[in-house]
């Protein structure tokens, strides 16, 4: 089975410790959500578990065929169309060209991207239409992992709702393994088997929640009592500062 | 190839755009007839006068002989320019270090009037082909350089990340994420790098050769024959608008649709 497993890393630029000592494991088909204020560190966990940043100290194991990321930005190619965007990932696994654009036509109709869209350029789009293409390349390619970086942070609720009602499909088929990155408690709450909370300056894991109810059997009820529940955590309290408010 | 294509699809469709160009193209001349009516023909030829001329001078083969050698200078001094400066900007823009070394390097270069080098090339080199070719390097390349070099440090890491996370093969990378970019800044450094070119090197040829069109500029200026010399200019700017309007801009567009 695979798994990402890390083990005592730490991660500093310069005199700054990022990272100090975090341990964790992600099995196949979990959901694994990192949560913290910003600033915390969580970004950098996520590039070096993808490989985007090079390892310090420590040690990280991960033995997933193929993952693949949605940024907080879309980080679509200008110059290339929605189709030949979302293909961009395919096109990388050296699949036919027919292949590709059926596939990506395919997963941008799920995603409610109208066949009059699939020519236009990334400048053509709005925030929310952009933030689906991407997602759809990113879920394109099937990946075994999949990193999350805030993704939704910057859509409307509707839209926000939609792109995780796509996200908890995948979930329910047992078909993806995610590392979700999120300041929102509610999202994670919604989404993830297990929640880390990343306590800044340095960055560390202060306390794991685990939650058993299958994603699909979450209402509205259990997230608003679970968020309540978190939000009355000394330690959510304390990482967040709540007291302050 | 497929952008070839599409440039070929659209030609018409641009061409047909462009009768707003030559209605202003007419206005221009109208005005240029005004000219004439008011100072007469030994200061400003009529439109008219000055095309006939036009096509008499095509029909003389010494004429035709001197645009080609024009021509070729040009090309030659364009070539050399487009070659050498994208390859240099492109190295250049890849280590901060050489960036930074070569910026006021390039805007001395480009400070520097190109009279001056015309003058520093005919003491170096003497009358001829290479003292007007030099001129046109001189002044066409820090334009392509500076075109590459800013094409190159403007890439985004954003895309490289993205691209990272995906395995993409390094030929991949460069045709699908740097080339674009690039070449989104280097072909219209290229576009008036040719502008650059063509002017230059009348003027050099003017003051430094005995053939070529500067040289029968400078002839129909001793023998005070107004009618050619605007005949010969009318004959360089409507090369160079062939060029731009014809061949350069239908790609221009294409390459930069995806632009804001």
Redesign the interface.
């Known amino acids: 089975m695979a798994r990402l497993k890390v083990e005592n890393l730490s991660f500093s630029f310069g005199y700054d410790t990022i990272l100090d000592n975090i341990n964790f494991e992600i099995k196949e088909g979990e959901v694994v959500s990192i949560v913290g204020p910003s600033g915390g560190g969580k970004t950098t966990l996520l590039r070096l578990c993808s490989g985007l940043l090079d390892r310090q100290d420590g040690k990280i194991e991960n033995s997933f065929e193929t993952q693949a990321i949605a940024f907080q930005d879309p980080r679509l190619l200008p110059w290339k169309n929605v189709i030949d965007n979302i293909a961009f990932g395919l096109k990388a696994m050296g699949v036919s060209s027919q292949e590709r654009e059926a596939r990506a036509k395919e997963i941008a109709l799920k995603f409610d991207l109208e066949e009059s869209d699939f020519e236009k350029f990334p400048k053509e789009l709005s925030g929310g239409m952009s933030q689906r293409v991407s997602f759809a390349r990113a879920l394109v390619t099937k990946p075994k992992l999949l990193f999350l970086d805030e993704p939704f942070s910057a859509l409307d609720i509707g839209l926000k709702r939609e792109l995780q009602d796509h996200v908890m499909e995948l979930i329910a088929d047992k078909e993806i393994t995610i590392f979700f990155i999120t300041h929102d408690i509610m999202e994670a709450i919604r989404l993830s088997d297990k929640i880390l909370l990343l306590a800044p300056d340095p960055g560390r894991i202060v306390k794991i929640f685990e939650f058993d109810v299958p994603q699909s059997q979450r209402d509205d009820e259990y997230v608003y009592t679970q968020t309540a529940k978190l939000l009355s955590d000394r330690e959510i309290i304390e990482t967040f500062e709540l007291e302050f408010k | 190839m497929k952008s070839l294509l599409k440039i070929l699809r659209d030609f018409p469709a641009y061409l047909w755009s462009g009768w707003g160009a030559i209605a202003s193209i007419f206005l221009f001349i109208a005005a240029w007839d005004i000219g004439n009516q008011v100072y007469g023909d030994m200061i400003l030829p009529s439109p008219l006068e000055t095309f006939h001329t036009l096509a008499t001078l095509f029909k003389d083969p010494d004429f035709t002989q001197g645009l080609m050698i024009t021509l070729r200078r040009a090309m030659v001094g364009f070539g050399i320019s487009l070659v050498v400066g994208t390859a240099l900007g492109l190295l250049a823009g890849f280590f901060v270090t050489a960036s930074i070394v070569s910026r006021p390097i390039v805007t001395i270069l480009m400070g520097m009037p190109p009279i001056a080098w015309i003058v520093l090339a005919m003491i170096w080199f003497g009358m001829g082909d290479a003292t007007v070719e030099f001129t046109v390097i001189v002044a066409s390349l820090p334009i392509v350089f500076v075109g590459a070099l800013q094409g190159t440090r403007t890439l985004e890491d954003?895309?490289e990340?993205?691209?990272?996370?995906?395995?993409?093969?390094l030929m991949?990378k460069f045709f699908?994420?740097y080339l674009?970019?690039i070449f989104?800044y280097v072909f219209p450094a290229w576009v008036a790098a040719l502008g650059m070119a063509w002017k230059i090197v009348v003027m050099a040829e003017l003051l430094a050769t005995s053939d070529g069109l500067g040289a029968d500029l400078a002839m129909a200026r001793s023998q005070l024959d107004t009618a050619s010399a605007l005949a010969i200019v009318v004959a360089m700017v409507g090369l160079l608008m062939v060029a731009e309007y014809i061949f350069l801009e239908p790609i221009k567009r294409e390459v930069e649709?995806?632009?804001?």
């Open positions: 954003k895309f990340e993205m691209a990272d996370i995906f395995k993409v093969p991949m699908d994420i674009p970019h989104s649709k995806w632009r804001d």
